[in-house]
């Protein structure tokens, strides 16, 4: 007998193909299974969605076979299926492109029998049972919060909230849940995700310590740092159910693994889980939705600084809220947390980079052998040059943004569109000799610090070191790794670097923090900054004494033009939910997320015009043609992005809000087949390309 499975695969994002495509196969196969089929004069991968009895009316002459089935692998689940159909449909991308880029890249490559070969090489060794001798002992706290969460396991499934201060211990939480869920069920299987493995490599040795009694493969990492193989065995053993505890990055979300009880989002704010490009989803939010439609799955966010949206929903009740305020072994009155001083620079002499007393007590530090973390967010020597004579600046020739100075290589580089050039002798406007620097960034001020720093002793003698963490300093592989080893390892006095440095790491011996400049933010445009820079700083603060001993004792020094800011006030008294409440009343006033709901759909063309009036056209025919939805959404004319021009490409954005989520996932499908139409009119067959981002990031 024929049978007409209908097969997904990575058809363009856009294109007429995006459904799945009917095939012709001998085999009855079921849906789920992966498959090997031609697509034009290519045979692709693809997965089998739905088998059909017919052949759904398509000529049967025009139907193609089946090229090979990849059956030494179980079918993906139906629960994989709904989330990959949930993600395609909520994100406004095809099927088949969310469905292929959710599967390893490797797995294209493979023929039925070279993939049953790399299954049958699994030999797994026999798991033994956990010592719980050597694990700590909880914090009360931590006693109180497990509690909290397994007192609801029975009952209503909500997402969990673990609201956790800096170092109060949230990471031996996630092992004690991990350990309680995969002990209860010996098919259990647990997902940790975290925002960039490669910050944190101590996580992963913790949680591979930690359950190594499993056995050495039922523990695997998920991420785009590993080979092409590596990923491929991980997604495999998730798959197959052998892994037990995958530790992942957002794509991880998306894996398939049958048996998932618990997920765990480690610093559920962090932009990261948003990914930005193709399918542009939240993975906090994928898997949320995963936990509620995979049977008796349970998922628990983690932050200092939740986001506001997750804040928002312990608020209402949609999520359970679990608190741990104290650092582990505090026994000050701030909780252990690093007393925070503001320095009022419009009081600092004029044009200083460092306030003398931060230069003091950073002096103060080395003669005690202490650390000091010193925190700008801008990476590079100078984010301009400039002539001060005609007014040349080193503007990016395609991009409309300023090239940064990096002295190290002495080269003005584009950090848009990578444009590298040898800095000029002089201004090739006027033939000034006398181009200089304008502003800071971590290059100049690690120069800075060694020369304020330069004639200060380490206890031991020795001269001070400085060193830098940036995108700039770990380029090569391993790079990252070393530097933080050496940090580790007391290698370093003064560490200065970007947000990389502020994010999670567990340093032990930094009792000093300092922002330099963390101003920009608090003016800037996106609605979303005052909330990034709260949680950068509190982040960066709690990089400051977590070695209990010395917890009493540390400081974060924050340097601002604008000491009455509010965010500051609530950063003083280390005060999230205060910031959270000051900034959702600002929120809810201006129907702005968590209390409204938006989409950006951005498009590039060689024009500004033509960008725009891509955008405008097609939401013109869509008020036109009273597309459902279409009256209770607020769309704005197309506006150029902040950067306007990226590699000589003009981009333009088109803001969608409404009140109600429903109404814009409706009207966006609605949407889609006019933006379509509308690409396809005269002068917009040359635009290069749209796309829609669901809950933007920033808008
Ligand atoms: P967070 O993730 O909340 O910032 P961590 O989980 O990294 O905090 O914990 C901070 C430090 O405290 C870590 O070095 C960890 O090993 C230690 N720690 C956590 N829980 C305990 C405990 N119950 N007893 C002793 N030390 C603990
Ligand atoms: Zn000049
Ligand atoms: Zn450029």
Redesign the pocket.
């Known amino acids: 007998m024929t049978h007409w499975p209908k097969v997904v695969v990575a058809t363009p994002a856009h294109s007429a193909l995006a459904g799945p495509l009917t095939y012709r196969s001998e085999l009855p196969l079921a849906p789920g299974t992966l498959v090997r089929v031609p697509l034009g004069k290519r045979e692709v991968l693809g997965v089998v969605w739905e088998s059909a009895a017919d052949s759904g009316g398509l000529l049967e002459m025009q139907t193609k076979n089946i090229a090979g089935v990849l059956d030494g692998m179980a079918p993906l689940a139906a629960s994989w299926r709904a989330l990959v159909s949930f993600t395609s449909g909520y994100y406004q991308r095809s099927l088949g492109e969310v469905a292929l880029a959710a599967l390893p890249p490797q797995l294209r490559e493979l023929t039925g029998e070279q993939l049953a070969r790399r299954l049958k090489r699994r030999v797994l060794d026999t798991s033994g049972a956990q010592d719980t001798a050597d694990l ?4 009360e706290q ?1 006693e109180a919060a497990l509690a909290e969460w397994g007192a609801e396991s029975h009952g209503k499934n909500r997402p969990a909230l673990l609201f ?1 201060a ?7 939480v996630y092992l004690r849940l991990a350990a309680r869920v995969l002990g209860q069920d010996p098919s259990a299987q647990v997902l940790v995700m975290v925002p960039e493995i490669n910050l944190t490599p101590q996580l992963e040795a913790r949680f591979a310590e930690r359950f190594a009694h499993l056995g050495s493969e039922r523990v695997v990492a998920l991420h785009s740092g590993l080979t092409p193989a590596q990923r491929l065995k991980s997604w495999l053993a998730a798959h197959a159910g052998h892994a037990r505890l995958i530790l992942g990055t957002r794509m991880a979300v998306l894996a398939s693994m049958p048996q998932l009880k618990l997920i765990v989002v480690d610093e559920e704010h962090d932009p990261s889980y948003k990914q930005q490009e193709g399918a542009r989803y939240s993975a906090r939010d994928l898997a949320v939705y995963r936990a509620s439609t995979q049977g008796d799955c349970r998922v628990l966010l983690g932050s200092a600084t939740p986001s506001l949206e997750s804040w928002q929903a312990t608020i209402s009740g949609k999520y359970q809220l679990l608190t741990m305020s104290d650092r ?1 072994g505090a026994n000050s009155e701030t909780g252990g947390l690093p007393l925070i001083r503001g320095i009022d620079m419009n009081h600092q002499p004029k044009h200083c980079v460092i306030a003398p007393p931060l230069v003091e007590a950073i002096q103060a530090r080395i003669a005690r052998g202490e650390q000091s973390l010193i925190f700008l967010n801008r990476r590079g020597y100078a984010p301009v040059l400039a002539c001060h004579d005609c007014g040349w600046k080193s503007e990016c020739p395609h991009c409309s943004a300023y090239r940064v100075f990096h002295k190290i290589d002495r080269t003005l580089r584009c950090h848009h569109c990578g444009y590298t050039e040898r800095v000029p002798r002089a201004c090739p406007t006027c033939g000034n000799i006398d181009i200089a620097p304008v502003g800071r960034g971590t290059e100049r001020l690690e120069e800075h610090l060694s020369e304020l720093l330069g004639n200060i002793k380490r206890p031991d003698g020795g001269a001070v070191r400085i060193a830098r963490i940036d995108a700039d300093s770990t380029r090569l592989k391993g790079a990252l790794q070393s530097q933080l080893a050496s940090v580790h390892a007391g290698e370093v006095d003064v560490l200065v670097g970007t947000q990389m440095i502020a994010k999670g790491h ?1 340093f032990r011996h930094i009792t000093l923090v300092a922002a330099i400049n963390p101003d920009g933010a608090l003016f800037s445009s996106d609605f979303r900054a005052p909330e990034r820079l709260f949680s950068l700083l509190m982040q960066a603060a ?1 990089r400051a004494g ?1 070695d209990a001993a010395r917890s009493g004792a540390s400081q974060m020094w924050v340097q601002t033009f604008h000491p009455q800011h509010p965010l500051f006030a609530a950063l003083k008294t280390h005060d999230y939910p205060q910031f959270a409440a000051q900034q959702l009343q600002e929120r809810q006033a201006a129907g702005l997320s968590p209390f409204g709901f938006s989409a950006l759909v951005r498009a590039e063309a060689k024009t500004q015009d033509l960008a725009q009036g891509f955008l405008n056209a097609a939401m013109a025919s869509a008020q036109l043609a009273g597309l459902e939805g279409h009256d209770r959404i607020s769309a704005y004319p197309a506006v150029p992005m902040t950067i306007q021009r990226v590699a000589n490409i003009e981009r333009a954005q088109m803001l969608v809000e409404s009140a109600s989520r429903t109404a814009l996932q409706r009207f966006l499908a609605a949407w889609q087949p006019l933006l379509l139409a509308t690409r396809k009119q005269g002068d917009f067959k040359s635009l290069i390309r749209w796309a829609i981002d669901v809950d933007p990031l920033a808008i």
């Not at 800096?166 to 031996?172: A, F, H, R, V």
Request: hydrophobic letters at 20%.
């Open positions: 700590p002992a909880l914090s931590q956790g800096t170092g109060s211990g949230k990471t031996e582990i567990d709690g977590r």
